[in-house]
């Protein structure tokens, strides 16, 4: 039995709607209006709610299961890991106890720890060994981690048993393996002893977090501020500025960095997540407020996603290739791991052709990818996606590596999401056919015992790398899982909220217990938590929450970041990294549930079949809104990027010889092609209407 509840929502840029909300016990349809979503909140336990994504959930399902963090994969891994060791270590002992070449049994000793033969040697060119192996050894663990490098730790450890080898003399120190068989296996029963306190620790912490969460989902839920209806809103000047910025970024040439932070092409200041960035964000603002505007702005999607794939860019993975994949010749970057790439293109493909209805990237070898000279390899939008899915299904994770060996929980839930849109554009149902392994092993496999996601972990071992990160990915998480898993997304967010933002005596918004990643600006490495509040303020607007998206841009803008103009007149956050600008964009942008509906939905149909836009010159032009209520007509806001003046618009997708009014009293007709030119007095913010003539 269904029960259809309506009240009323506030004005959403003076537009008044209804939001009517279907329960049911078993399935919930969700309403929506031109394709996206206008549900309300149930406050009715155990009922499902309006934000489905893959399908309906109950406000149960945001609690921390009891196999969270208690996957088999990692365990087997891990287990498999400790006793290949223990077989190398206790083979070493027995070599160095039972052989009498003292070279062989320096070699041996070297497999308990990176230079440990260096010490039985125990002359002063060894012992100076010993200390450059040690001084080494965090460098090259820090190497396999930030590009995947496995080559390195494995070549100093193995490098320095040999090395040892050549060192010894006639005579060695015998009480060196007493020392290295204590600290060694002494060091593994204190991990794993640790590993069980953290785990114990964080059981209890879900148990904790259990009491709230559901209260807290449903508050956040009741709370959130609905998202204007499809075709109500428009960009103030300000936020326009801003994506000024980001248009001069992706129309930017080809060679030209200068929009860019240029550090490394392994981490996440690389520049492909600029420019990925940049997809997305212009993506939102197309889909959600100019749907009608095609003209510099597809360019600059369009240049930022053919950028990305020269040399300059993609030739990194050429030597993760080689040295953590010790692959010399085939350097597909989409065959074999690689979700950086795979999943963020995938996801800014998708986003960019659901708001634009621009399919040019499905075509054959749409996307050549250049590794080095000689190293193209050709693809297109299906290929993407197949390369996704084809991944996913074969690694016993599901989740799949960036960095070879390594694999990101954020990265994969890029290429989820990348996925979902591909199954909408390309009328396919792998995403769906993933569902269950995908969240069982985020779950199980991803997740800590208390809950929160786990940023990364090794392939190879099973392993993790602690306090990396902590409510900047969070964020992130949260953000992206609106659109399949929102379940565990409102239950992220719920945590980050409770335990996490809090407010000083002054009422200030303050992030506690910071760690990681959160101490730093992801895209240019500066330390400092300032670009952390455009994480903050996207999420919260991605949730509906204006009071935090408003208080961490107000930080940003005015405490961390000032706000600078350029001689354009675009606007920037002086010193924030060129990825944050564009979280920080998206902060700007988004309402209730954008990112989600931008995902599973795009514009209406109405609004991807109306009359264009297409020619407006830039920045004399600027687009506040774009939108076609009825597929025929269509509602322009216009402002002038520099001095006022007359500007030719060029308009597209008309019927041909139909002669059309506009709101100025002039008039237009379309060509034999449905195209039409028009010089239209652009003079502060200018709305235009055009409406065919019966």
């Known amino acids: 039995m269904s029960l259809t509840l309506t009240k009323a929502i506030p004005a959403a840029n003076g537009v008044h709607h209804d939001d009517s909300l279907a329960l049911d016990k078993v399935q919930v349809n969700e309403p929506r209006m031109n394709g996206f979503s206008t549900s309300g909140i149930s406050k009715y336990q155990n009922e499902a709610v309006g934000d489905f994504g893959w399908g309906p959930w109950t406000i149960q399902d945001v609690l921390i299961p009891p196999n969270a963090g208690r996957g088999l994969i990692k365990k087997y891994h891990q287990r498999r890991t400790l006793y290949q060791y223990l077989g190398l270590s206790l083979a070493g002992l027995w070599v160095f106890h039972n052989v009498s070449n003292t070279s062989y049994r320096a070699a041996a000793l070297g497999l308990l720890f990176p230079g440990a033969g260096f010490t039985a040697v125990a002359t002063i060119p060894s012992i100076l060994a010993f200390l450059a192996t040690v001084v080494l050894t965090p460098v090259t663990v820090f190497i396999w981690f930030a590009m995947g490098g496995i080559f390195f730790p494995l070549a100093l450890w193995f490098g320095s048993s040999v090395a040892a080898s050549f060192m010894a003399g006639d005579k060695l120190f015998d009480q060196a393996p007493i020392f290295w068989a204590m600290f060694c296996y002494g060091g593994a029963l204190w991990l794993m002893s640790n590993a069980r306190s953290l785990n114990a620790a964080g059981y209890s912490k879900a148990q904790e977090r259990n009491k709230y969460l559901v209260k807290a989902v449903q508050e956040q839920q009741a709370t959130a501020v609905p998202a204007p209806i499809p075709g109500s809103r428009e960009l103030s000047l300000e936020t ?47 889909c959600h407020y100019v749907p009608g505007f095609h003209g510099y702005l ?41 979700i950086m790439v795979t999943g963020y293109l995938s996801s800014a493909i998708g986003l960019y052709a659901q708001a634009s209805g621009d399919m040019r990237y499905n075509e054959k070898n749409a996307l050549e990818f250049v590794i080095d000279d000689g190293k193209h390899y050709k693809t297109n939008y299906e290929g993407l996606a197949d390369a996704l899915h084809e991944n996913m299904t074969e690694n016993p994770y599901c989740l799949y590596p960036c960095e070879p060996n390594w694999t990101y929980s954020l990265c994969n839930l890029t290429g989820m999401a990348g996925l979902v849109i591909s199954d909408r554009i390309l009328g396919r149902d792998l995403g769906q056919k993933l569902r269950n392994r995908f969240e069982r092993s985020l779950e199980e ?27 900047l990915t969070d964020c992130i998480n949260a953000k992206l899982l609106t659109a399949y898993l929102p379940h565990l997304a409102h239950r992220t967010w719920a945590i980050i909220r409770k335990e996490f933002i809090t407010y000083d005596k002054n009422g200030q918004l303050q992030v506690r217990d910071l760690k990681g990643a959160d101490k730093m600006d992801p895209g240019n490495y500066r330390g400092g938590e300032g670009a952390l509040r455009a994480f903050i303020a996207a999420t919260a607007a991605e949730f509906g929450n204006e009071k935090i998206r408003q208080e961490a841009l107000d ?24 990825t944050s600008q564009n979280i920080a964009l998206m902060a700007r942008l988004v309402k209730h549930r954008d990112l989600a509906n931008a995902t599973l939905h795009g514009p209406s149909k109405h609004a991807l079949e109306g009359p264009l836009l297409e020619g407006a010159p830039f920045p004399d032009v600027l687009v506040a809104k774009a939108y076609s209520p009825d597929g025929k007509s269509l509602d322009l806001v216009l402002y002038n990027g520099n001095d006022a003046g007359t500007f030719e618009l060029g308009f597209e997708r008309l019927v041909p010889h139909q002669r059309y009014a506009l709101s100025t009293g002039d008039y237009i007709t379309a060509d034999r092609v449905g195209e039409a030119k028009y010089q239209a007095r652009i003079n502060g913010r200018t709305q235009i209407v055009l409406s065919p003539i019966s």
């Not at 932070?261 to 603002?285: C, H, K, M």
């Not at 030739?315 to 791991?337: A, H, M, V």
């Not at 930080?555 to 990294?577: C, R, W």
Request: proline share 3%; charged share 25%.
């Open 240 to 286: 326009l500025r801003h994506v000024q910025h980001v248009l001069e970024r992706g129309l930017s040439a080809r060679d030209d960095f200068s929009y860019h932070d240029v550090i490394d092409q392994f981490q996440t200041g690389a520049v492909r997540y600029q420019l990925y960035g940049v997809v997305d964000v212009l993506s939102l603002y197309q």
């Open 298 to 338: 597809s360019k600059a999607s369009q240049n930022c996603i053919e950028k990305s794939l020269q040399k300059k860019i993609m030739s990194y993975w050429k030597w993760e290739s080689i040295f953590g994949r010790f692959t010399l010749s085939d350097w597909n970057p989409i065959k074999k791991d690689n």
């Open 445 to 471: 496999e991803f997740t800590e015992c208390d809950g929160r996601i786990l940023p990364i972990r090794s392939e190879f071992t099973g392993l993790t790398l602690p306090g990396l990160c902590g409510t």
């Open 555 to 578: 930080q940003l803008d005015q405490i961390y970041f000032p706000v600078e103009t350029t001689k354009s007149g675009a606007h920037y956050n002086k010193g924030l990294s060129t």
